[in-house]
């Protein structure tokens, strides 16, 4: 009987590729979360038995390392796992090597990290007492280490997050912002993660003149395109540092002037809303809203001033309106907030923004419970969103409060 049994050959690509980040002393690894760019549609591997491929990288360099352990292989026709990963890395700066081999090599270069420092912050555990995070700032279409940099990071966008795509990296309108922990005692840095900024131009004006004009002035929209933290350094607050590093650059920029986000992810847009809802109450951007609802013009001078994009805005205005309802100790002075007061302005606006399918719907009580049904799906998740939200101005739940949104949740 032949030995060939098709499914004794076929292995999940995600588990089989082995990411390592290689400090001195240990190596952190980990599983991507998705290969299909590299290795095909349905993530799975043909013809290897006990398959391990290792892409290493130095911890701060990023020089990568390729090998490929296995015990058997089905024919020299199968596919050349190095070649298929090859292609997403900078072939002429990657070392493939044998197997078993490859870690020792891997810490040896010496490396500028690229960039400027603009941001830094201490570690939040006990581990972190003797290093400091800095981020840094450069444009990998200034060439140099910047560029050597991005090019080797750039496959963690196909292996971290779903759709993603390479940038233009000659395309000077590009920012990059790396994260690294670094020993406060002077020794190598170690990745963790980073973000790309895509500044856009925005024009206004009708006429050559108000062109020029707009380009006197400069004024931009950043979109946030990719973000990453590393998987060892996930759920440790890093993504909240970057973000919020991103928004105090661009809010004391006067050329910005607005920050949108590209297809955020699930997790990403939790990490969002928190840090935006944080960021507003540190703000007291309530104060001068006297009562409800609120109106287009306070809306969108608040918006501008607060340079988000105005969905965003109007969802923290929702859940900044639910956390204050119940909690009777927040700075606010609106003089109707109510439950009733908040729904109807949640209402209006998945209304308008679903207008054209809700308006399909013949028969108005099917229409309002529609409706509805939304308003407690997405009020639902307000309060998900809201549980981990550190306001300043946070007051303890009033036991006898019937509107309790968390007692709902119960
Ligand atoms: C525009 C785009 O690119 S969208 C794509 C976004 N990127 C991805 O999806 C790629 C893969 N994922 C990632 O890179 C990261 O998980 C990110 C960017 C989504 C989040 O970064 P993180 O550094 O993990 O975020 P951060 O640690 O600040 O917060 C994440 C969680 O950790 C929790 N957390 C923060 N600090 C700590 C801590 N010290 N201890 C325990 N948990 C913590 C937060 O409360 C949050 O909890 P939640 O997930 O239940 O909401």
New binding site residues.
């Given amino acids: 009987m032949s030995d060939y049994d098709p499914a004794a050959w076929t292995v999940s690509a995600n588990e089989s590729l082995f990411i390592s980040l290689a400090e001195p002393t240990r190596a952190l690894t980990f599983n991507p979360?998705f290969t299909y760019p590299i290795y095909g549609e349905a993530e799975q591997i043909f013809g290897y038995k006990d398959l391990r491929i290792n892409l290493a990288f130095d911890c701060e360099s990023l020089k990568p390392f390729i090998g490929v352990k296995f015990s058997s292989k089905l024919s020299e026709d199968v596919k050349k796992l190095d070649e298929e990963l090859l292609k997403f890395l900078p072939k002429d700066d990657t070392l493939v090597q044998d197997e078993g081999k490859w870690l020792d090599s891997i810490t040896e270069e010496k490396f500028e990290k690229p960039g400027i420092v603009v941001g830094t912050y201490p570690g939040?555990?006990k581990e972190d007492e003797d290093f400091v995070y800095e981020i840094r700032k450069f444009k990998p279409s200034e060439g140099g280490n910047g560029l050597s940099l991005h090019k080797r990071m750039q496959i963690f966008v196909l292996l971290?997050?779903e759709a993603g795509s390479y940038i233009e990296a000659d395309d000077p309108t590009w920012d990059v912002y790396v994260v690294y922990k670094t020993p406060k005692n002077g020794g190598k840095s170690s990745f963790v993660?980073f973000t790309t900024v895509y500044s856009y131009w925005k024009y206004k004006g009708h006429t050559e003149h108000d062109e020029i004009e707009d380009k006197l002035q400069s004024k931009y929209r950043k979109k946030?395109?990719?973000?990453?933290?590393l998987p060892p350094?996930?759920?440790?607050?890093?993504?909240?540092r970057l973000y919020q590093h991103l928004f105090d650059e661009f809010l004391k920029d006067d050329t910005v002037e607005e920050v949108t986000?590209?297809?955020?992810?699930e997790?990403?847009d939790?990490?969002r809303d928190?840090c935006d809802l944080e960021r507003l109450d540190g703000a007291k951007f309530l104060t001068g809203l006297s009562k409800l609802p609120v109106t287009t013009e306070w809306l969108l001078a608040e918006k501008s001033k607060q340079k988000m994009d105005k969905r965003q805005f109007e969802r923290c205005v929702e859940m900044s309106l639910l956390h204050a309802l119940n909690n009777k100790g927040t700075s606010l002075e609106v003089s109707n907030l109510d439950t009733k007061q908040i729904r109807l302005q949640i209402k209006k606006r998945i209304y308008l923004k679903n207008r054209d399918a809700l308006e399909e719907i013949p028969d108005e009580s099917e229409r309002k419970s529609k409706l509805h049904d939304a308003y407690e799906r997405l009020q639902e998740d307000y309060i998900r969103i809201l549980e981990?939200v550190k306001f300043i101005n946070k007051r303890p739940l009033e036991d006898d409060d019937d509107t309790s949104a968390s007692k709902k949740q119960k």
């Fill in positions: 979360e939040t555990s971290f997050i993660g946030i395109s990719q973000f990453i933290i350094y996930q759920h440790q607050g890093h993504g909240k986000i590209e297809d955020p992810s997790s990403f939790d990490l928190r981990k």
